[in-house]
T-cell receptor
Framework: DAGITQSPRHKVTETGTPVTLRCHQTENHRYMYWYRQDPGHGLRLIHYSYGVKDTDKGEVSDGYSVSRSKTEDFLLTLESATSSQTSVYFC??????????????FGAGSRLTVL | EDKVVQSPLSLVVHEGDTVTLNCSYEVTNFRSLLWYKQEKKAPTFLFMLTSSGIEKKSGRLSSILDKKELFSILNITATQTGDSAVYLCAVDPMDSSYKLIFGSGTRLLVRP
């Protein structure tokens, strides 16, 4: 989606190194999310944000932290990467509302390999 | 624990076949069920269903929700190779964070 940009798109790193993934949106959406996608598990929520400096944990938050200093940017940090964090990471924003419900719009994904 | 289960996990068909993908769910509260299509990159939105029995259609794709039995189906008629993708089902559990809970997806391969 043209309104959500993830960077980097691909990264290979070594165990124990810090990694930061960036999500940038131009839609001025309040809610932003980080999901990871692994075979057999679908999309699992890591962290989400409901406004600047307002974040909360998802179901698989261990080993990850996030920050949101501006509406448009949501950063996901792995303080010390492990091989179990090898995955594809998707950022999403609340894309559009239909009758009060929620439709998420996703970025193109960031593929992270931890050796 | 809220969960969404999709079946089958994978499916191989030939062009022109009709396929039915299944999604069952258990959530404490329910606002809507969503279907996404994922080809090589980002999931893209297909349908949102909130009421039982009302079929949503878009070309050869259609979907229906049964809130009593807690499931939804996604039908694709006259399949084409371009329908090959992972189809994701998600439930909006109506909490304040607007989170979605996803199933593990059904991988569909349509052969020429």
């Amino acid at each position: 989606d043209a309104g959500i940009t993830q960077s980097p798109r691909h990264k290979v790193t070594e165990t124990g190194t810090p990694v930061t993934l960036r999500c940038h949106q131009t839609e001025n959406h309040r809610y932003m999310y980080w999901y990871r996608q692994d075979p057999g598990h679908g999309l699992r929520l890591i962290h989400y944000s409901y406004g600047v400096k307002d974040t909360d944990k998802g179901e698989v938050s261990d080993g990850y932290s996030v920050s949101r200093s501006k509406t448009e940017d949501f950063l996901l940090t792995l303080e010390s990467a492990t091989s179990s964090q090898t995955s594809v990471y998707f950022c999403a924003t609340q894309g559009q509302e239909h009758s009060g419900a929620n439709v998420l719009t996703f970025g193109a994904g960031s593929r992270l390999t931890v050796l | 624990e809220d969960k969404v289960v999709q079946s089958p996990l994978s499916l191989v068909v030939h062009e022109g076949d009709t396929v039915t993908l299944n999604c069952s769910y258990e959530v404490t509260n329910f606002r809507s069920l969503l279907w996404y299509k994922q080809e090589k990159k980002a999931p893209t939105f297909l349908f949102m269903l909130t009421s039982s029995g009302i079929e949503k259609k878009s070309g050869r794709l259609s979907s229906i929700l049964d809130k009593k039995e807690l499931f939804s189906i996604l039908n694709i008629t006259a399949t084409q190779t371009g329908d090959s993708a992972v189809y994701l089902c998600a439930v909006d559990p109506m909490d304040s964070s607007y989170k979605l809970i996803f199933g593990s997806g059904t991988r569909l391969l349509v052969r020429p």
